[in-house]
């Protein structure tokens, strides 16, 4: 096999690149000197700021790859990977609009008819409707294919019924987009017969219900269906087409910078503050060599993760389907942003710093690393999943 | 597909055909441990040009650009071509970079440090272009302030003689090799080797080049001991059937594919930021040498263990590959010199920005000068 199948060519970002970058940064040192947001590990998940997301539509930063025709701004999704990562790396609350903006707005475009995208994609460039993901369910985790939520034929439309779980801010989210049944699997294939319908939260026989995380946070739900009529216009592509379309749209959500920076907040502190000691001549000479090895560690690492992830993006945005490519890049991104976190502990065991949720700087990022830590190996597939992805691509099954 | 991705597909082709032909398991253990290289191999490769690929034509080169050379050294890492062939390369940019004459037959680069030139690949058998600045030494280059390049000539070519002295007065050290058996040659230099002046920068350079041509070799490899393990795992049954079917076996392969892509996507970053002198970013080509070093163990450790005992072996091809990863991932810096290297750049990026006027006001996290210096690697096209 050769490298080309297991990686797509590294390409140049698109000229206007860095102008766009100086761009963001500017606004969001503007934004942190305000006061506006406070730099947090994995914002992307529980940043939750409805006024920072419509400030970022403002500036043109929301449904970037959206055509100016359905109010978007007919930027190149290479160019929207310079402000995602621009927000991430600077641990920027962007959890309201994450899912509309990485995933709902390309997969209308893709698939959604032309009402579709008249009623949702102007507002999703906005920054005022938000979604949420309905894959998971219950019994169908890893496993997606065993989804339960049933669409049964009606007049005009499908009768939706079944349990949707780990629904990130469904809470707050305006629609949700479901991956259910609409047909029976072909014996075996379980694949057939699955559909996306496109759900309005704020309706009869919808029941939404908390899953309070142990950081006592709550970004994931239960939704239940109970009964709830969906019209027809709301299918999203073609009925039992639902997986084809759901895999497509995972490439995306593999691939993306979140799957390296969710604990670059940390990593850049540490770095600031051990630059502070070294500086001041706190730190004897062989304790900031061993820091400035271990950093190093993880700073490669994460600039080859990223020449990895930005070699993904390009091969999206040129109209490839780099599934294997894109499931390695969750899976050495994931477990880096894990390993940040050791790192952190390890360099700064003298004096120590104790994870601390109330505390500020160094104590109150670990706080929020460790305990979101064990998601970053779950979401989006979990890596044991995507390392079966990669070794069918590789021929072994 | 544009022209030039099909005329650079067309060149890697032709480079594998040709290696495929030549680096047969037995003439690479045969060239390890007889000559210390393979002759016919090598006249082939002159034959074909692609000695000197990525120097211009009037320096005698055969043209294109690094990532041409870049694509003929992964080539090579792949096959474990028993030849000077990256270090060729290397040395042909090295000297048309400078505006000197490239020499013909096989060439070798060597950063000077101290009075001689120590552990020089292939030092026996090919043309050493010494590279220094000042006060590094080399009796060639004492008394200078400057960047210089020195071109010495083998003893005897083809030969493995040791401590002799050739017609340039230099002194032929002792001669090593390294895990794989490839020569890595001790090579002193006397007073009546002619030194060229060169322009400042040149001897970053061509360490520079050292690093990024030893982490294109191990980029390929890395992939090679990936496609051996592969195949290895669908031929070998054991419980009744291939272990490609396990899934503890599926997961140590997706393990090591991400380390071989990783190590894939930093070298090529490193080619296409084109060997940038001492920039505001992360330096890529440390980079990308940190990452493939650090991979390659990762790489041999996990192809060892699903290929059993019988990888272990001195008559399995496995371990033409893993012993040079094992030594490659040492040569012209180790993950720990790198790492080591990039740390300091990033605290000192840290330090400026804290420092700098405007830049530093949202001091605290998340407003460091970590990310700016990460991103700003022109090969993310974020440096202009």
Same mark, same amino acid.
């Given at each position: 096999?050769?490298?080309?199948?297991?990686?797509?060519?590294?390409?140049?970002?698109?000229?206007?690149?860095?102008?766009?970058?100086?761009?963001?940064?500017?606004?969001?040192?503007?934004?942190?000197?305000?006061?506006?947001?406070?730099?947090?590990?994995?914002?992307?998940?529980?940043?939750?700021?409805?006024?920072?997301?419509?400030?970022?539509?403002?500036?043109?930063?929301?449904?970037?790859?959206?055509?100016?025709?359905?109010?978007?701004?007919?930027?190149?999704?290479?160019?929207?990977?310079?402000?995602?990562?621009?927000?991430?790396?600077?641990?920027?609350?962007?959890?309201?609009?994450?899912?509309?903006?990485?995933?709902?707005?390309?997969?209308?475009?893709?698939?959604?008819?032309?009402?579709?995208?008249?009623?949702?994609?102007?507002?999703?460039?906005?920054?005022?409707?938000?979604?949420?993901?309905?894959?998971?369910?219950?019994?169908?985790?890893?496993?997606?294919?065993?989804?339960?939520?049933?669409?049964?034929?009606?007049?005009?439309?499908?009768?939706?019924?079944?349990?949707?779980?780990?629904?990130?801010?469904?809470?707050?989210?305006?629609?949700?987009?479901?991956?259910?049944?609409?047909?029976?699997?072909?014996?075996?294939?379980?694949?057939?017969?699955?559909?996306?319908?496109?759900?309005?939260?704020?309706?009869?026989?919808?029941?939404?219900?908390?899953?309070?995380?142990?950081?006592?946070?709550?970004?994931?739900?239960?939704?239940?269906?109970?009964?709830?009529?969906?019209?027809?216009?709301?299918?999203?592509?073609?009925?039992?087409?639902?997986?084809?379309?759901?895999?497509?749209?995972?490439?995306?959500?593999?691939?993306?910078?979140?799957?390296?920076?969710?604990?670059?907040?940390?990593?850049?502190?540490?770095?600031?503050?051990?630059?502070?000691?070294?500086?001041?001549?706190?730190?004897?000479?062989?304790?900031?060599?061993?820091?400035?090895?271990?950093?190093?560690?993880?700073?490669?690492?994460?600039?080859?993760?990223?020449?990895?992830?930005?070699?993904?993006?390009?091969?999206?945005?040129?109209?490839?389907?780099?599934?294997?490519?894109?499931?390695?890049?969750?899976?050495?991104?994931?477990?880096?942003?894990?390993?940040?976190?050791?790192?952190?502990?390890?360099?700064?065991?003298?004096?120590?710093?104790?994870?601390?949720?109330?505390?500020?700087?160094?104590?109150?990022?670990?706080?929020?690393?460790?305990?979101?830590?064990?998601?970053?190996?779950?979401?989006?597939?979990?890596?044991?999943?995507?390392?079966?992805?990669?070794?069918?691509?590789?021929?072994?099954? | 597909?544009?022209?030039?991705?099909?005329?650079?597909?067309? +060149?890697?082709?032709?480079?594998?055909?040709?290696?495929?032909?030549?680096?047969?398991?037995?003439?690479?253990?045969?060239?390890?441990?007889?000559?210390?290289?393979?002759?016919?191999?090598?006249?082939?490769?002159?034959?074909?040009?692609?000695?000197?690929?990525?120097?211009?034509?009037?320096?005698?080169?055969?043209?294109?650009?690094?990532?041409?050379?870049?694509?003929?050294?992964?080539?090579?890492?792949?096959?474990?071509?028993?030849?000077?062939?990256?270090?060729?390369?290397?040395?042909?940019?090295?000297?048309?970079?400078?505006?000197?004459?490239?020499?013909?037959?096989?060439?070798?680069?060597?950063?000077?440090?101290?009075?001689?030139?120590?552990?020089?690949?292939?030092?026996?058998?090919?043309?050493?272009?010494?590279?220094?600045?000042?006060?590094?030494?080399?009796?060639?280059?004492?008394?200078?302030?400057?960047?210089?390049?020195?071109?010495?000539?083998?003893?005897?070519?083809?030969?493995?003689?040791?401590?002799?002295?050739?017609?340039?007065?230099?002194?032929?050290?002792?001669?090593?090799?390294?895990?794989?058996?490839?020569?890595?040659?001790?090579?002193?230099?006397?007073?009546?080797?002619?030194?060229?002046?060169?322009?400042?920068?040149?001897?970053?350079?061509?360490?520079? +080049?050292?690093?990024?041509?030893?982490?294109?070799?191990?980029?390929?490899?890395?992939?090679?001991? +990936?496609?051996?393990?592969?195949?290895?795992?669908?031929?070998?049954?054991?419980?009744?059937?291939?272990?490609?079917?396990?899934?503890?076996?599926?997961?140590?392969?997706?393990?090591?594919?991400?380390?071989?892509?990783?190590?894939?996507?930093?070298?090529?970053?490193?080619?296409?930021?084109?060997?940038?002198?001492?920039?505001?970013?992360?330096?890529?080509?440390?980079?990308?040498?940190?990452?493939?070093?650090?991979?390659?163990?990762?790489?041999?450790?996990?192809?060892?263990?699903?290929?059993?005992?019988?990888?272990?072996?001195?008559?399995?091809?496995?371990?033409?590959?893993?012993?040079?990863?094992?030594?490659?991932?040492?040569?012209?810096?180790?993950?720990?010199?790198?790492?080591?290297?990039?740390?300091?750049?990033?605290?000192?990026?840290?330090?400026?920005?804290?420092?700098?006027?405007?830049?530093?006001?949202?001091?605290?996290?998340?407003?460091?000068?970590?990310?700016?210096?990460?991103?700003?690697?022109?090969?993310?096209?974020?440096?202009?």
């Amino acid at each position: 096999m050769r490298d080309g199948t297991l990686l797509p060519p590294v390409r140049p970002l698109p000229a206007g690149a860095a102008e766009l970058r100086s761009q963001v940064r500017g606004f969001l040192s503007a934004e942190r000197t305000a006061g506006r947001f406070v730099p947090a590990c994995d914002a992307w998940l529980s940043g939750w700021d409805e006024s920072f997301s419509r400030g970022l539509a403002e500036r043109g930063w929301v449904g970037m790859t959206i055509p100016r025709e359905y109010g978007g701004h007919g930027r190149s999704a290479l160019e929207r990977y310079v402000v995602v990562e621009e927000l991430l790396a600077a641990g920027a609350p962007v959890a309201a609009h994450w899912v509309s903006d990485r995933q709902v707005g390309p997969n209308l475009l893709r698939y959604g008819s032309e009402p579709l995208k008249r009623r949702y994609l102007p507002a999703i460039a906005q920054g005022t409707c938000y979604f949420a993901i309905g894959l998971s369910e219950p019994d169908a985790g890893s496993d997606l294919a065993a989804v339960r939520t049933t669409g049964t034929r009606a007049d005009g439309g499908w009768t939706v019924s079944g349990t949707k779980i780990w629904t990130s801010g469904a809470h707050r989210a305006h629609a949700l987009i479901a991956l259910l049944r609409t047909g029976p699997p072909d014996g075996r294939k379980r694949h057939v017969g699955l559909s996306q319908l496109l759900i309005e939260l704020e309706q009869p026989g919808v029941t939404i219900r908390p899953i309070i995380s142990m950081t006592g946070e709550h970004h994931f739900n239960e939704v239940v269906f109970d009964g709830v009529f969906v019209p027809d216009e709301q299918v999203v592509g073609t009925i039992g087409e639902g997986w084809a379309q759901v895999t497509s749209e995972l490439a995306y959500e593999r691939s993306g910078p979140e799957r390296l920076l969710s604990t670059f907040v940390l990593l850049d502190t540490l770095v600031g503050e051990l630059a502070a000691r070294s500086g001041s001549g706190d730190m004897g000479a062989g304790a900031a060599d061993a820091g400035a090895g271990a950093v190093g560690r993880v700073v490669s690492r994460l600039w080859a993760c990223r020449q990895m992830s930005l070699a993904v993006a390009g091969a999206l945005a040129a109209g490839e389907a780099p599934e294997i490519a894109a499931a390695l890049v969750k899976d050495v991104g994931t477990r880096l942003e894990s390993e940040i976190i050791e790192v952190a502990r390890m360099l700064t065991a003298t004096p120590g710093v104790e994870p601390d949720p109330e505390g500020s700087g160094m104590a109150g990022l670990l706080a929020q690393a460790v305990l979101h830590a064990p998601g970053f190996t779950l979401r989006g597939g979990t890596n044991e999943i995507l390392r079966g992805i990669v070794a069918r691509g590789l021929g072994l099954r | 597909m544009t022209a030039a991705d099909g005329e650079r597909e067309l +060149l890697r082709r032709t480079v594998e055909d040709l290696l495929a032909r030549h680096c047969t398991p037995a003439r690479v253990a045969a060239a390890a441990a007889g000559a210390g290289w393979d002759a016919g191999l090598w006249q082939a490769l002159e034959e074909t040009g692609l000695t000197l690929a990525g120097s211009p034509e009037e320096a005698g080169g055969s043209g294109g650009d690094l990532s041409a050379a870049a694509d003929i050294a992964v080539a090579a890492g792949a096959a474990a071509a028993p030849v000077p062939l990256a270090e060729t390369l290397a040395a042909g940019m090295l000297l048309s970079r400078a505006g000197l004459a490239i020499p013909s037959g096989a060439l070798t680069v060597a950063v000077a440090s101290g009075p001689g030139l120590r552990r020089v690949p292939y030092g026996r058998l090919a043309t050493t272009v010494a590279a220094g600045s000042g006060r590094s030494g080399g009796s060639g280059g004492s008394g200078r302030d400057g960047d210089w390049l020195a071109v010495i000539e083998p003893a005897g070519r083809g030969g493995t003689d040791r401590g002799g002295t050739d017609r340039g007065g230099t002194d032929r050290g002792g001669t090593g090799r390294n895990l794989a058996g490839e020569p890595r040659d001790e090579v002193i230099f006397g007073g009546d080797v002619e030194v060229h002046d060169v322009p400042a920068g040149t001897a970053d350079y061509a360490r520079r +080049l050292l690093r990024l041509f030893r982490s294109l070799l191990i980029a390929g490899a890395a992939q090679r001991a +990936l496609d051996l393990t592969v195949t290895y795992v669908q031929e070998r049954e054991q419980f009744g059937r291939p272990l490609a079917r396990f899934p503890t076996v599926q997961q140590e392969l997706a393990r090591m594919a991400g380390e071989v892509a990783l190590i894939g996507a930093a070298t090529q970053a490193a080619v296409a930021a084109d060997l940038p002198g001492a920039g505001e970013g992360v330096s890529a080509v440390v980079a990308a040498k940190a990452q493939a070093s650090s991979g390659a163990g990762v790489v041999a450790a996990i192809a060892h263990q699903l290929h059993g005992a019988i990888g272990t072996t001195e008559e399995h091809r496995l371990r033409l590959t893993t012993t040079r990863l094992w030594s490659w991932r040492d040569e012209d810096g180790s993950e720990a010199e790198c790492f080591a290297e990039l740390g300091r750049a990033a605290l000192a990026a840290a330090t400026g920005a804290g420092a700098g006027a405007g830049a530093g006001a949202g001091a605290g996290a998340g407003a460091g000068g970590l990310w700016p210096w990460l991103s700003g690697s022109p090969a993310a096209g974020s440096a202009v």
